[in-house]
């Protein structure tokens, strides 16, 4: 079964600090992996799209890693801002599927 | 720039009602979406239209329909409305090759609550 399975579900750290969020997959054969941030009560806004020849992808402050053989993604935050404070969702398209499979998320907290 | 827009932002439905949740977008892209989110769970697909006149069934389409009569406009429709269709709706459109590859821009979202 295709599955996308995100941790932790929840973290708290402090305003400046780094943290990383952890994505593994089980949908084969693949072809994108997404990040996206949510903010509460808002849509969903992409962050970063990696197909399986890319290993590293960068968006400001935010900076995603694929591992296509252990089927494992992360995303790095870097001196983390009380805007970080979202839902983190981890998204999977396969190659033979029209559908991209979705992950709980992460829900991050910025404290002052 | 609008992107994509959804009407209600919030609507309360009595069991057996129906409505039409509206979804526009400005972008002029070929792909959109209807996801559902609940709550500590990932978004599932519900339909989905590759362009006007064409609809597919997602992962969970029942108890919904949808129709595309134009590029812009993909409303979802609810008929007889179930306390297992609260949820918060959100609308996407991309407009890449395949809707596996494009990115995906989201409305912010209907909250809809059934009683």
């Known amino acids: 079964k295709n599955q996308v399975e995100q941790s932790p579900q929840s973290l708290i750290i402090l305003e400046g600090k780094n943290c990383t969020l952890q994505?593994?997959?089980?949908?084969?054969?693949?072809?994108?992996l997404r990040w996206y941030k949510q903010d509460t009560g808002r849509g969903p806004v992409s962050l970063t799209i990696?197909?399986?020849?890319?290993n590293t992808k960068s968006n400001g402050r935010y900076t995603a890693t694929l591992d296509a053989d252990t089927k494992q993604s992360s995303l790095h935050i870097t001196a983390s801002q009380l805007s970080d404070s979202a839902s983190y969702i981890c998204v999977v398209s396969g190659r033979s599927q029209g559908n991209l499979i979705f992950g709980k998320g992460t829900k991050l907290s910025v404290k002052p | 720039n609008a992107g994509v827009t959804q009407t209600p932002k919030f609507r309360i439905l009595k069991i057996g009602q129906s409505m039409t949740l509206q979804c526009t977008q400005d972008m002029n892209h070929n792909y959109m979406y209807w996801y559902r989110q609940d709550p500590g769970m990932g978004l599932k697909l519900i339909y989905y239209s590759v362009g006007a006149g064409i609809t597919d069934k997602g992962e969970v389409p029942n108890g919904y329909n949808v129709s595309r009569s134009t590029t812009e406009d993909f409303p979802l429709r609810l008929e007889l409305a179930a306390p297992s269709q609260t949820s918060v709706y959100f609308c996407?459109?991309?407009?890449?090759?395949?809707?596996?590859?494009?990115?995906?821009?989201f409305g912010e979202g209907s909250r809809l609550t059934v009683l």
């Open positions: 996407a459109s991309s407009s890449s090759g395949t809707p596996n590859t494009g990115e995906l821009f």
């Open positions: 994505c593994n997959y089980t949908v084969s054969p693949f072809s994108n």
């Open positions: 990696m197909t399986f020849s890319e």
